[in-house]
C-alpha cells in the first residue's frame, strides 16, 4: 500500500522524520516518541489518541511501531486525507 500512496521521495521523509523522532534508536515509535512526533507536524493528539492509533498499527503487538507499521499508518492517514 505505501508505494501507492507515496512516492519514493516521500517514503524516503517519512523514513527521515522517523528516525528523527525515533530517539532512543532502537527502531521502534513508542507512545511518548509519536506524541513528539505529532507535535512537531503540528497537530495535537492525547497520549489515549496515539494509544489507540498504535494498538491499530502495532501488527506485531510490542506496544510500539516499527518502520513498517509507521509506514501503514500514515499510508492510512493519507489514503484518508489526514496527512
Same mark, same amino acid.
Given at each position: 500500500?505505501v508505494?501507492k500512496v507515496?512516492t519514493?521521495e516521500?517514503?524516503?521523509?517519512?523514513?527521515q522524520?522517523?528516525?528523527?523522532? *525515533?530517539?532512543?534508536?532502537? =527502531?521502534?515509535?513508542?507512545? #511518548? +516518541?509519536l %506524541?513528539?512526533?505529532?507535535?512537531? $507536524?503540528?497537530?495535537?493528539a492525547?497520549?489515549e489518541?496515539?494509544?489507540?492509533?498504535?494498538?491499530s498499527? *502495532?501488527?506485531?503487538?510490542n =506496544?510500539?511501531?516499527?518502520? #513498517? +507499521?509507521? %509506514?501503514?499508518l500514515?499510508?492510512? $492517514?493519507?489514503s484518508i486525507?489526514?496527512?
Amino acid at each position: 500500500m505505501v508505494n501507492k500512496v507515496f512516492t519514493a521521495e516521500e517514503v524516503s521523509e517519512l523514513k527521515q522524520l522517523f528516525a528523527q523522532h *525515533d530517539s532512543d534508536q532502537d =527502531g521502534r515509535i513508542s507512545t #511518548k +516518541e509519536l %506524541l513528539n512526533l505529532t507535535k512537531s $507536524l503540528g497537530e495535537t493528539a492525547s497520549e489515549e489518541d496515539v494509544l489507540f492509533v498504535i494498538k491499530s498499527f *502495532d501488527t506485531n503487538n510490542n =506496544g510500539a511501531l516499527d518502520m #513498517k +507499521e509507521y %509506514l501503514d499508518l500514515m499510508a492510512n $492517514l493519507r489514503s484518508i486525507g489526514m496527512e
